[in-house]
């Protein structure tokens, strides 16, 4: 399994691809073709605090919604 910092990584690459205006990204081994910008947003966030969590910080994120 990933690292959560790899996942993380693999996330934030799909958000920006999809924010480029690509209409499919890849993550691991999974080929998604519909853009989920909401899901992709939320599993950040779980993963930034989980990684917060392991490192022992009380860090908070707050999602403020699109543009």
Do not use: C, H, P, W
């Not at 691991?28 to 605090?49: C, F, G, H, I, Q």
């Amino acid at each position: 399994m990933e690292s959560l910092e790899t996942q993380l990584e693999s996330v934030q690459a799909a958000i920006r691809a999809i924010e480029g205006g690509a209409q499919s990204y890849k993550i691991s081994n999974r080929s998604v073709t519909r853009a989920d910008l909401a899901t992709l947003y939320a599993r950040e966030t779980t993963l930034k605090s989980q990684i917060a969590r392991e490192k022992g910080g009380d860090l908070f994120f707050a999602e403020l919604g699109s543009l």
